[in-house]
């Protein structure tokens, strides 16, 4: 088996992790949304405190990277944040597919903060991107759009946070940046969790303890894939949690997209696979 096929058996692997942390969050009912993003940090910062123990890493990362960590946890709990309240508000399926244009965000912050160009493609695939989003959306004063502009906008600050991933590198281990991104996360949010908890069902804690879970194996995932083979050759493979999302919406909650959202979620992915076939490199003759 060779690094390319790992790299996507380990995307798969972490799209289904994200997409049962959307189902399990969404079952766990209508708990307030700071205890749910709560849980699902809690549990992930002491599945990254495991690993940064065993391989003898430094908790908090070194002096000289706290401001892009800092940075970083900030824009990822906001994403979180926003991601969970429109897990609450929209269709399954419709949420996770809100959240797939961060990639497309991710290349406009790079150009206008690292000074990375935009080639024409990729300015060719974001417009075609955010035309699906518009079907997605629906723009009208009604709270449903509302609710999806909730969405991009927890895309947009999750873009945030891979921006300054890029800029960090590898000059921290990955669960170390996931053990600070967590604990800062779960520190940030303890104050609104306890001034807003609501007492929970066994089986609300349950799903939630499951939501932390699979957002770990979610994250783990994504970074063990991306150590095999470069996200241009591979990254395509992540929008199969746009599968697994409307399979769980379908079977689990008995919700259906409408045409409009089902024609938003062709367009996005087929601008996230023009923009995957424009970045492959050309074999020569």
Known sequence: ???????????????????????????????????????????????????????????????????????????GLIGVILNFYTLDKLVLSDADILNKLSPFFTIILSAMFLKEYIRRFQMTSIIIAFIGAIFIIKPSFESASFDALVGVLGALAAAGAYTVLRVLGD????????????????????PFFIYNYEPMTGGQLMFLLLAGVAASVGQFGLTIAYSYAPAKEISIFFYTTIIFTAMF????????????????????????????????PQKRT
């Open 1 to 75: 088996m060779n690094n390319i096929t790992k790299g996507i058996i380990a995307l798969i692997i972490s799209s289904l992790g994200f997409s049962l942390m959307s189902l399990f969050v969404k079952y766990s009912g209508d708990l307030p949304t700071v205890q749910k993003a709560f849980f699902r940090n809690f549990v992930a910062m002491l599945i990254a405190l495991v690993l940064v123990i065993r391989y003898k890493e430094p908790l908090f990362g070194k002096k000289e990277n706290q401001g892009l960590l800092l940075l970083r946890s900030t824009l």
């Open 171 to 190: 000059r921290e281990k990955f669960y170390t940046v996931v053990f600070y991104f967590s604990g800062f996360s779960t520190v940030a949010l303890l």
């Open 249 to 280: 919406s379908i079977i689990f909650f008995g919700e259906y997209p409408d045409m409009l959202s089902i024609i938003g979620y062709i367009i996005i992915f087929a601008a996230s696979f023009y923009m995957y076939m424009k970045n492959l």
